[in-house]
């Protein structure tokens, strides 16, 4: 079963456990459970919830991560389980002794990827892609020409606007893309946790002070389905940008876990997709040479079993 996306948000929430159930009381609402194995996120946007220490442990046992975020309702921290697979310290030592080589080809496929579907969405919204898919295609192993960043020099002014500039530091549209980022970063260092990898040694992020450097690095080709989700948001509103603030648009942001994307042929969730991408990079990197499991395209439409089962 696809595991939940949830988010805690009504202020003054109480969080605790009972008979393997997050049990979730809310002031002037009726009291609500969640069996703890269907829960593969909780996002805790309420500075003034309580939790008890059973919420911690047991949703760490299922594999679930725990993310909490600030005033400004972005992540201000995560917690990932650390016993998360059978063979685990198999894997690790794998990944460690994986080769330069090796992981070069990983980065090239996960640009490759990236740059194809922010030409994909560019040809949704503009009707033509900029000169993406063909840039696509010239990607080399680890990228050294940085393909990567010149594709980002034509993508965001064609997307938002010739004065829009990518600030992680910046309201507007930049703290939606943040948020939408950062939740999906943590579906993906989950992922990547519970194919028993180790999310702190990537293989192009390597900054010392990033315990999620290989899921920074996984990260890259879902980052443009966020993209698309904020561009329909903006162009649903017009001239007014969508406030992160606004509770219903939050929401907007995590139901793109339930979009359908197709990997290797096969229609899935995008939640599923990254667990997907992620069993893949494990195998590239403990020595296998199949090609990564990434989405092919934008999202289309679900099987009808698929939108009724839909969350």
């Known amino acids: 079963m696809l595991s939940k996306t949830v988010e805690i948000a009504t202020p003054g929430t109480r969080l605790s456990v009972a008979h393997r159930q997050l049990v979730i009381e809310r002031p002037d609402h009726p009291r609500a459970t969640l069996p703890i194995e269907d829960i593969g996120v909780i996002i805790v946007d309420d500075v003034r919830a309580t939790y008890t220490q059973a919420v911690f442990l047991d949703l760490?046992?299922?594999?679930?991560?725990?993310?909490?975020?600030?005033?400004?309702?972005?992540?201000?921290?995560?917690?990932?389980?650390?016993?998360?697979?059978?063979?685990?310290?198999?894997?690790?030592?794998?990944?460690?002794?994986?080769?330069?080589?090796?992981?070069?080809?990983?980065?090239?496929?996960?640009?490759?990827?990236?740059?194809?579907?922010?030409?994909?969405?560019?040809?949704?919204?503009?009707?033509?892609?900029?000169?993406?898919?063909?840039?696509?295609?010239?990607?080399?192993?680890?990228?050294?020409?940085?393909?990567?960043?010149?594709?980002?020099?034509?993508?965001?002014?064609?997307?938002?606007?010739?004065?829009?500039?990518?600030?992680?530091?910046?309201?507007?549209?930049?703290?939606?893309?943040n948020y939408g980022y950062a939740v999906v970063r943590a579906a993906t260092a989950r992922a990547i946790v519970a194919s028993g990898l180790i999310p702190s040694l990537g293989v192009f992020h390597r900054n010392r002070g990033n315990p999620f450097c290989l899921a920074d690095d996984l990260l890259e080709p879902y980052r443009p389905f966020v993209d698309w989700r904020v561009k329909l948001m903006c162009d649903a509103v017009g001239e007014a940008v969508p406030s992160l603030d606004h509770r219903p648009n939050r929401a907007a942001l995590l139901s793109v876990f339930n979009e359908t994307v197709v990997v290797d042929t096969r229609k899935m969730p995008l939640l599923l997709a990254i667990q997907t991408g992620a069993v893949s990079l494990c195998r590239a990197l403990t020595g296998e040479a199949k090609p990564l499991a990434l989405p092919e395209g934008l999202p289309v439409e679900a099987p009808p079993e698929e939108k009724e089962g839909a969350d």
């Open 60 to 177: 760490l046992e299922a594999g679930a991560t725990v993310m909490v975020t600030g005033r400004d309702h972005l992540p201000a921290g995560m917690m990932l389980p650390l016993d998360a697979h059978h063979v685990q310290t198999e894997r690790h030592l794998a990944q460690i002794a994986a080769g330069e080589p090796a992981k070069k080809r990983i980065w090239q496929a996960l640009i490759r990827a990236k740059i194809t579907l922010q030409g994909k969405v560019l040809l949704q919204f503009n009707g033509e892609d900029c000169g993406l898919t063909p840039m696509s295609r010239r990607v080399r192993s680890g990228d050294p020409d940085n393909l990567e960043a010149q594709a980002a020099q034509r993508y965001w002014p064609r997307l938002f606007g010739p004065s829009f500039r990518r600030d992680r530091a910046a309201e507007g549209v930049n703290a939606l893309l």
